[in-house]
């Protein structure tokens, strides 16, 4: 799909490209959100009063909302108008092996375990197990990128890690994983379950031997996820999040390997969804903004008017849709 806002000069300037995030399900938001927005339904397709205006949606299209399938209609009547590209989310990426069965067992890629059956919940009662068009969705999800790179920003629903995006880029191309690629990425071990899950769902780190901490249910962790976004972070306490008790963490260098996956100060500004952030909207650094603000369950759906030409975040083009 061209983009309109990348490629005319003359109008390069009054473009502007809506950055969507996580909106499982909730169809009734993301119909407040367009509407906004000045996006208005005609018929099948989608048109705004600024003929070049663009969406970028940053994935988890399904789950925990009631309307799975009225989200992905909107989603797709956008995209075929030209007027939208769309990322996989790491509900996607579990929709689809949840739904695929591996080749060499015959077992699902994903688990119809009772965790796994919940979380598929809402999806499900639409979209059961072997009918068409559930077939016809998720092939439509497997045509989407893990990733959106212009020249002004970059998109990814979970983190941007250069060495995995560089590999997904070397192997994939423009990110759309190969049928092939998907069954890999559904098998742990194996070298594209761990690019996927890196860009998806976000990088975990081992804390240095003989250190742990208690999440808030009270279980003992040796991982902690990691604020990849935070390109100041030097030391573990600096890089964890969701510790509640960050004492609990050695206040010590944090090792190379780690350091190499911080995004750095300087580089292109990111969009990303995933990590349910809660308050305000804020910058998670000068070039980073998460805009996922739990609109799965009782959050607002809150989104980002990106103006071309311009390479500053800035809060003040943040709209919180209620």
Same mark, same amino acid.
């Given at each position: 799909?061209?983009?309109?806002?990348?490629?005319?000069?003359?109008?390069?300037?009054?473009?502007?490209?809506?950055?969507?995030?996580?909106?499982?399900?909730?169809?009734?938001?993301?119909?407040?959100?367009?509407?906004?927005?000045?996006?208005?339904?005609?018929?099948?397709?989608?048109?705004?009063?600024?003929?070049?205006?663009?969406?970028?949606?940053?994935?988890?299209?399904?789950?925990?909302?009631?309307?799975?399938?009225?989200?992905?209609?909107?989603?797709?009547?956008?995209?075929?108008?030209?007027? %939208?590209? @769309?990322?996989?989310?790491?509900? +996607?990426?579990?929709?689809? #092996?949840? *739904?695929?069965?591996?080749?060499?067992? $015959?077992?699902?890629?994903?688990?119809?375990?009772?965790?796994?059956?919940?979380?598929?919940?809402?999806?499900?009662?639409?979209?059961?197990?072997?009918?068409?068009?559930?077939?016809?969705?998720?092939?439509?999800?497997?045509?989407?990128?893990?990733?959106?790179?212009?020249?002004?920003?970059?998109?990814?629903?979970?983190?941007?890690?250069?060495?995995?995006?560089?590999?997904?880029?070397?192997?994939?191309?423009?990110?759309?994983?190969?049928?092939?690629?998907?069954?890999?990425?559904?098998?742990?071990?194996?070298?594209?379950?761990?690019? %996927?899950? @890196?860009?998806?769902?976000?990088? +975990?780190?081992?804390?240095? #031997?003989? *250190?742990?901490?208690?999440?808030?249910? $009270?279980?003992?962790?040796?991982?902690?996820?990691?604020?990849?976004?935070?390109?100041?972070?030097?030391?573990?306490?600096?890089?964890?999040?969701?510790?509640?008790?960050?004492?609990?963490?050695?206040?010590?260098?944090?090792?190379?390997?780690?350091?190499?996956?911080?995004?750095?100060?300087?580089?292109?500004?990111?969009?990303?969804?995933?990590?349910?952030?809660?308050?305000?909207?804020?910058?998670?650094?000068?070039?980073?903004?998460?805009?996922?603000?739990?609109?799965?369950?009782?959050?607002?759906?809150?989104?980002?008017?990106?103006? %071309?030409?311009?390479?500053?975040?800035?809060? +003040?083009?943040?709209?919180? #849709?209620?």
């Amino acid at each position: 799909m061209p983009w309109v806002a990348l490629q005319n000069k003359e109008c390069r300037a009054l473009s502007i490209t809506d950055i969507i995030p996580d909106i499982h399900g909730q169809a009734e938001k993301l119909r407040i959100a367009l509407k906004n927005l000045g996006w208005r339904r005609n018929g099948t397709t989608w048109l705004h009063s600024e003929p070049d205006r663009q969406i970028v949606f940053l994935g988890d299209f399904i789950d925990r909302g009631p309307e799975n399938a009225a989200v992905i209609r909107i989603v797709r009547e956008l995209m075929d108008a030209g007027r %939208a590209q @769309a990322i996989m989310g790491n509900h +996607e990426l579990n929709a689809i #092996h949840f *739904h695929t069965d591996d080749p060499d067992t $015959g077992a699902p890629l994903r688990p119809h375990d009772t965790d796994n059956l919940f979380q598929h919940g809402s999806f499900l009662k639409e979209f059961p197990l072997g009918a068409s068009h559930t077939k016809d969705v998720l092939d439509w999800m497997t045509s989407l990128p893990l990733f959106i790179e212009t020249d002004e920003f970059r998109a990814v629903h979970a983190a941007w890690i250069h060495s995995a995006i560089d590999d997904l880029r070397r192997q994939t191309g423009a990110g759309v994983l190969s049928k092939d690629q998907l069954i890999r990425a559904g098998r742990k071990g194996d070298t594209f379950h761990d690019l %996927a899950e @890196a860009v998806a769902k976000g990088p +975990e780190a081992r804390l240095p #031997h003989q *250190h742990s901490f208690e999440d808030k249910g $009270g279980k003992v962790r040796h991982h902690v996820r990691v604020k990849w976004w935070n390109g100041d972070a030097r030391t573990w306490r600096q890089v964890a999040m969701s510790v509640p008790d960050i004492n609990q963490l050695p206040d010590t260098p944090l090792p190379d390997d780690l350091l190499t996956t911080i995004y750095p100060d300087g580089d292109l500004p990111v969009f990303f969804g995933h990590y349910w952030m809660s308050g305000a909207p804020e910058l998670q650094s000068a070039n980073a903004l998460c805009l996922d603000y739990s609109a799965g369950t009782d959050g607002p759906l809150v989104t980002y008017s990106h103006f %071309a030409g311009s390479r500053d975040l800035s809060v +003040e083009n943040v709209e919180i #849709h209620r």
